[in-house]
């Protein structure tokens, strides 16, 4: 039967105490009271504290082995690796090597950049010859193929010859005076006709042979000067001309303040009219000549204004170019 324990029983312990593996340290009193520590240690005087394990040899040896197997295990495994990287990268295709230029702009190279202009030694051994022929063509189906642009010059040279026939001028001396002027490409050359007129011949290199400028030899314009002044456009006309400052003011243009009045003349010197421009404006300064020069050959697109009894008085609408050669754009 089960009985509750009375005051005066002792009460059996539930557990054993553990005995002790390790070095016990007994401290009697603590030390405040100055008391020695005790230990007892386990027979054969080992130490069995947590920082320092006993170890046998065999223990040793294994770990060693092991150390071994894991080292050549690696190295293996470390040689597989490069040697797999070594034929991946052998059998990847070669790449192509790059030009410093790529192809499409070489094979393109001959139509997109042309060649720098030639000394003058060489462009006038080639335009002598040249002159020789384009003053000694009279029909038009001879010039034709001397000249620029024969698509746009073609037109003009038979509304400039109506009969197809030219008065061939001949060359008696080409470039007498041993000077070229060089704009671009255009080349001006004097040369001396047979009637002992003295004129600039434009010549400019084109793909394939030289060429003429033949609207600046004949002075070529939109309309010929009688027609303009008997018919009076107001539309704009192309005209090459020779312009110098003069002061002269009438009929639609007599306000001096308003307008700055030029003489404007044919590049045949034949006809002459007078025009204007608003005083002070951008027209007007690009048209002003410096002081020491007297006349500028220029293009300029010129109109009658609206209802004008004057046949010789117009204004100058547009600035086209200084000199009579159009310059082709830059490709």
């Known amino acids: 039967m089960l009985r509750l324990p009375g005051a005066s029983d002792v009460t059996a312990p539930l557990l054993e105490p553990l005995k002790r593996t390790a070095v016990e340290e007994i401290t009697e009193g603590g030390e405040d009271h100055g008391h020695r520590k005790r230990r007892r240690r386990r027979k054969g005087g080992e130490d069995l504290s947590w920082e320092h394990h006993h170890v046998d040899n065999r223990s040793r040896h294994g770990e060693g082995r092991q150390m071994r197997r894991f080292f050549i295990g ?5 040689g597989l690796i490069v040697a797999g990287l070594a034929i991946f990268l052998r059998e990847q295709p070669k790449p192509t090597p790059v030009s410093a230029t790529p192809t499409d702009v070489v094979e393109s190279a001959p139509e997109t ?3 720098p202009p030639r000394g003058d030694q060489a462009v006038l051994a080639e335009a002598q010859p040249l002159a020789e022929k384009f003053l000694a063509a009279t029909t038009v189906d001879e010039l034709l193929p001397l000249v ?8 003009r040279m038979k509304k400039y010859y109506p009969d197809g026939k030219v008065a061939a001028p001949g060359l008696s001396r080409f470039n007498p005076g041993q000077q070229v002027s060089m704009l671009g490409r255009l080349r001006s050359i004097p040369v001396i006709t047979k ?17 003429v400028d033949w609207e600046s030899w004949v002075g070529w314009s939109d309309m010929t000067w009688d027609e303009f002044r008997q018919t009076k456009p107001s539309a704009e006309q192309v005209f090459r001309v020779t312009l110098s400052p003069v002061d002269y003011y009438n009929f639609a ?6 307008w700055q009045s030029y003489r404007l003349e044919s590049p045949d010197r034949e006809h002459a009219l007078y025009g204007y421009a608003e005083k002070g404006s951008t027209l007007d300064q690009r048209l002003r000549p410096n002081v020491d020069v007297k006349a500028l050959p220029l293009m300029l697109s010129l109109k009658f204004p609206a209802g004008s009894t004057a046949n010789d008085q117009v204004e100058i609408a547009q600035f086209i170019t200084e000199g009579w050669v159009e310059q082709d754009s830059e490709p």
């Open 74 to 78: 690696g190295v293996m495994l470390l």
């Open 195 to 211: 009637d002992f007129e003295t004129k600039p011949l434009v010549v400019t290199e084109t793909p394939g042979a030289m060429k």
């Open 148 to 155: 620029r642009h024969p698509d746009i010059t073609g037109p």
């Open 113 to 115: 950049v042309t060649a």
């Open 253 to 258: 243009f007599a306000d001096d303040k308003r």
